[in-house]
């Protein structure tokens, strides 16, 4: 296809990439870029961030630049670049002299669109190799994983503060900043670093909704990961640990019981690391154990578990890490293991030697790490939050939310608590008071505090449930601990009554993960299974031939897509994701008579026109007691009136009324005044940061989120939003 002015966007992403339409923000980045303006985009792993230069650089003219540090991911890209008819190559130390030479001819000769290369690359030798670049039409500039240049990032890397001379060597050529995990404090820098001219910030929606997050104790981890890993058989996945002897030991426990595992860590030989990296991308074993310094260069889409047998360093880090998972869109479990003690053993490694500033912002990314691992609300929520994101308070896809949390009169239990920690005059943290409870008999128990009224009066509870019991008295605002390198458990106003015998305490039953995070189908028809696997055989021919990684030929969603609809023509094939022009001649054939030679075999037909009903198909929220709010409203109840005579929470009516919006069941201005509407209306049309609290925080105070959202659902219904 030749792209010519008239051409648009979601052509070149069609003929090149086999989509029919963008995700998240990419088409409004793609049009500030064309506009030859500066960006900064925040866009979560695997959602599509390379997009948002590739289709640039293909409408402009001349070259674009890509500035990553990451030497495999330079040249997975190139290679499905190339793949989809695309001209592209990069240049670093992977590359023997002769190589690097074919590449420089070609750039003199204006015969790439994309150029990769490391940040050193770009900026050593005195600058002669900028000053070659000069001499070509550079057309963007793009600066990938893009929170390395901030002192504040989690992934600080020197080199990349070099890279604020670029708006001076390449003057007027505009630049796309990006990056899956920044906070505010890290975004504010990279804008400051990088010196962009009046760029526009993007901040597309961090919820990896296909991602369901687990948290289990961290007791008898290794029999939790093999109950965990029989959910996953055959399947890729990355194990990450704290020390590369964990890496090497649990390779090779796992081995020793049966599964197709490897190593990953700085300590082995660079050929041999690069080996079984290579091997775990091309589907040649199913499972990496690796320290952090595994992952950032892959690209790899069927992940589809990645489990923390250690804390890591601040959520930044995890969220990268666990969003290695399920880049193709399909369903992906994430599993921490958790122990305060894992806290304790960071607090020194996460120090910045001579600059305390930096060590206080790491400390606190540490315990907000800690607190994630504490937690008894949704988590989805929690990460969400973390990124000012606003979110709703249960997911359906953690351990939290997943679980039936059963609750019990739990006030005596809490009153123990909660008078051991006053008797220790509120000096000690959870562990301490745990023991003093269960009357430990250890030498760090102080001999006055043995002497102590509620000394052994929990000893009738195991140590593991009292730390989650003291969990549910932090969470319910009964406890609290202070923001120190060791926290210390304190009362708080809440506190007395329940020491009094004046309020009920209602505490969670203990219950054991849920690490099968759903049972919902990917598909509304059943896949046949078989021919999945038959088509992944024929893509990894295909692969080995092509010397790429499977997932680079088709994703796992593709090969679903192909096992579920049938496409029994060139036409129909058109129509799956992933099948862009130049794949589709160049692979449509093969992957079309495996598809026709089964559907024959098993005497089935094709199930695309189902395919065509599902995209004209909307969504169906009604439900009995959804119906029952709609009932009580329209009989002239307030929310706060239905919610007392049904025995809910306000929100949970809100949400009925509000889901009934969005389905067309019930006028917006049967909850709201046209004022309120007319208010509401224009500052979500204006909002560009999704999530509702960028629009709450533009409102008057007194206007709820529930408000907002009946809004939002109104316009949802009516088209105006997507």
Not at 340 to 346: E, G, N, P, Q
Not at 520 to 541: T, V
Not at 627 to 648: F, H, Q, V, Y
Not at 649 to 663: F, Q, R
Request: with cysteine; net charge neutral; aromatic share 8%.
């Amino acid at each position: 296809m030749k792209i010519s002015a008239k051409t648009n966007a979601k052509e070149v992403l069609k003929q090149y990439f086999g989509y029919t339409k963008f995700r998240h923000q990419q088409e409004q980045i793609i049009t500030n870029v064309l506009d030859r303006k500066d960006s900064l985009v925040l866009m979560p792993t695997g959602g599509g961030k390379s997009l948002c230069y590739q289709i640039p650089a293909l409408m402009f003219d001349g070259l674009t630049l890509v500035i990553s540090p990451l030497i495999a991911l330079m040249k997975d890209q190139v290679d499905a670049l190339k793949l989809n008819g695309i001209k592209a190559a990069y240049l670093n130390s992977a590359l023997s002299g002769r190589q690097q030479s074919e590449v420089i001819d070609q750039l003199k000769n204006n015969e790439l669109k994309l150029l990769y290369l490391a940040p050193e690359r770009l900026i050593g030798n005195d600058g002669e190799f900028i000053k070659f670049l000069q001499t070509l039409n550079v057309s963007l500039i793009a600066i990938d994983e893009a929170h390395c240049i901030s002192q504040w990032g989690h992934d600080f890397r020197p080199e990349y503060t070099r890279l604020s001379t670029l708006k001076t060597s390449f003057a007027g050529t505009p630049v796309i900043a990006l990056t899956a995990t920044a906070d505010r404090l890290t975004k504010d820098d990279i804008l400051k670093q990088l010196k962009l001219d009046k760029p526009q910030t993007f901040i597309s929606s961090f919820n990896r909704e296909n991602i369901h997050y687990f948290v289990a104790p961290k007791r008898e981890s290794y029999n939790q990961l093999l109950d965990f890993l029989k959910n996953h058989e055959n399947e890729s996945g990355i194990i990450y640990t704290l020390s590369r002897a964990s890496a090497e030991g649990l390779a090779a426990s796992l081995k020793a019981d049966g599964y197709d595992v490897l190593p990953y860590h700085a300590g082995l030989d660079r050929e041999l690391r690069e080996r079984h990296q290579d091997m775990f991308i091309k589907d040649e074993v199913k499972i990496i154990t690796a320290t952090i310094a595994f992952g950032m260069g892959i690209d790899k889409s069927n992940v589809r578990f990645v489990v923390h047998m250690d804390l890591p360093k601040n959520i930044e880090g995890y969220y990268q890490e666990t969003g290695r998972a399920g880049r193709d869109g399909l369903k992906s479990d994430a599993l921490l293991f958790y122990s305060y003690a894992d806290v304790l053993k960071l607090q020194s490694f996460v120090e910045v030697e001579n600059n305390e500033q930096q060590s206080r912002i790491m400390l606190k990314k540490l315990h907000e790490m800690a607190e994630y691992g504490d937690l008894r609300s949704c988590r989805r929520q929690y990460l969400l939050n973390y990124f000012d994101e606003e979110a709703e308070d249960n997911c359906g896809s953690c351990d939290v939310c997943l679980n039936e949390r059963e609750r019990f009169d739990g006030t005596i239990i809490a009153q123990k608590a909660l008078s051991a920690v006053a008797r220790l005059d509120q000096k000690f943290g959870a562990g301490y008071v745990i023991d003093v409870l269960k009357g430990s008999k250890s030498e760090k128990i102080r001999d006055e505090h043995k002497q102590l009224k509620t000394y052994g009066v929990g000893s009738d509870i195991n140590k593991v449930v009292w730390g989650h019991y003291i969990k549910d008295l932090l969470y319910l605002g009964l406890l609290s601990k202070t923001d120190t390198q060791y926290p210390v458990l304190k009362l708080t106003e809440k506190s007395l009554p329940v020491l009094r015998g004046e309020e009920k305490v209602m505490l969670f039953k203990v219950s054991e993960t849920v690490y099968q995070s759903s049972t919902k189908p990917q598909h509304e028809l059943p896949m046949e299974a078989s021919l999945f696997d038959q088509l992944k055989l024929l893509r990894k021919r295909l692969a080995v031939s092509e010397n790429v990684p499977p997932y680079v030929i088709f994703s796992d969603a593709t090969l679903q897509e192909l096992a579920t609809y049938l496409p029994l023509n060139q036409e129909d094939l058109g129509e799956i994701s992933g099948f862009g022009a130049v794949k589709l001649e160049k692979y449509g054939e093969p992957f079309l008579e495996q598809v026709v030679e089964y559907c024959t075999t098993k005497g089935i037909k094709s199930q695309m026109d189902k395919k065509q009903k599902k995209r004209k198909k909307k969504s169906n929220l009604k439900t009995p007691t959804m119906l029952e709010s709609i009932r009580l409203l329209r009989e002239g109840n307030t929310p706060g009136k239905i919610a007392e005579k049904r025995d809910l929470a306000i929100s949970t009516v809100e949400g009925h009324l509000n889901d009934g919006i969005l389905e067309g069941l019930v006028d917006i201005l049967e909850v709201m005044p046209q004022e309120l509407v007319d208010e509401i209306t224009p500052v979500i049309m204006e909002n560009t940061i999704p999530g509702l609290k960028p629009v709450k925080e533009k409102l008057r105070e007194d206007i709820t989120y529930g408000q907002i959202r009946a809004v939002y659902n109104s316009l949802q219904h009516k088209g105006a939003v997507q």
